[in-house]
């Protein structure tokens, strides 16, 4: 997987050249380090700002992007709705959808965690259903409650809702956020104007940009 394309096309490469000479991460410039979704989509979260991060427990650079996400959700607090959404390029993801959205519905998100470690530390596979279910046994959740969820309408109702935001905001790769259905941002959109800099800068100016996203919107 790559670490994530472009969403929308710009018009011109001298017009990024152009943007990303002034753009910074706490004032970044449309085109440069964010981009505007041409129809914004319609948000149900009131006053507060909905926040949409896509990620795959596979790819190594969300789970890069994890701790400092999870920190700046916990620093914003009730101004904004945040919400997960487990992507599903491929049948092969669906699986690890299920997971985390089983997890979401037994308020298990401690075990979230978890799994990215198993992934990218202790390089397990778990993009089965057999090993997905040993898994979750070892890390104290209920086998057969599991189970049932996993398997339900709701669950399913949930993977097949993430085929049409995928679409509707022309997600090619991940960790990519959405800020209140019309601006899009990720560690590689911003990363074009910080050429060479290691991961951990671009995540931490990816949430710089966030910041001044979420501020759009008050």
Known sequence: M????RLITIVSFGFIAAASAVATPTEPIEGAEYQRLQNAQPTDTGKKVEVLEFFWYNCPHCFAFEPSLTEWVKKRGDSIVFRRVPVGFRDS?????KLYYTLEAMNRMDVHKQVFDAIHVARQKLDKEDAILEFIEKHGVD???????????????????VRQLQET???????????????????SIVGQTMRGAPEQAMNAATLQVMDALVAKKK
């Open 2 to 5: 790559r670490f994530l394309t």
């Open 93 to 97: 993801f669906v699986p690890q959808q």
């Open 143 to 161: 086998r057969k409650k599991f189970l049932e969820i996993y398997g339900s309408f709701s669950v399913q109702s949930k993977v097949n809702r």
């Open 169 to 187: 905001y022309r997600i090619e790769g991940v960790p990519t956020v959405v800020i209140d259905g019309q601006y899009i941002t990720s560690p």
